[in-house]
């Protein structure tokens, strides 16, 4: 029986310094369990405290309503950057705002039928190279950009 991968939550998370070296693995499975069911966990990694939202009405007040008062940490855009380069995730300010404003309607409710083609067919190309490496156990270097559509 086919079992798809998953990570194991773990119990109890481990030192700053092995949470360091597990994050550069997999960011997710350093993610307590809490996160998989609970719409905001908070917790410490040393001195820092971090939060976890995915709540719909917290993210709308965050990352919306109220996007002033809770500036992104040092720490989260030296993180994403690479992978995100500069945008929405990254970006704050008058540069968030004008992206926000500029992608906003891509993502209308009315456009997302038309978008949901597009999205399957980069997910099936990913599972895809995904399936391509798990013979050798190790599908590694598969970054969510890899299902990002191809300018033409």
Do not use: C
């Amino acid at each position: 029986m086919y079992t798809p991968p998953h990570i194991e939550p773990p119990a109890r998370l481990p030192g700053v310094l092995a949470t360091l070296r597990d994050m550069r693995r997999n960011a997710l499975s350093v993610l307590p369990n809490a996160a998989y069911q609970e719409e905001i966990v908070s917790g410490t990694m040393g001195p820092r405290r971090w939060h976890l939202v995915q709540g719909p009405e917290a993210m709308k007040r965050i990352f919306l309503d109220n996007v002033e008062n809770y500036p992104k940490s040092s720490v989260m855009v030296r993180m994403l950057r690479p992978a995100a380069g500069n945008s929405l995730m990254t970006a704050s300010g008058d540069d968030w705002r004008w992206q926000r404003r500029a992608i906003g309607p891509v993502f209308a409710s009315r456009n997302m039928g038309h978008l949901a083609p597009m999205m399957v067919e980069a997910a099936e190309i990913a599972a895809a190279r995904i399936a391509a490496r798990l013979p050798t156990d190790r599908a590694k270097g598969v970054w969510p950009t890899s299902m990002t559509r191809p300018v033409t």
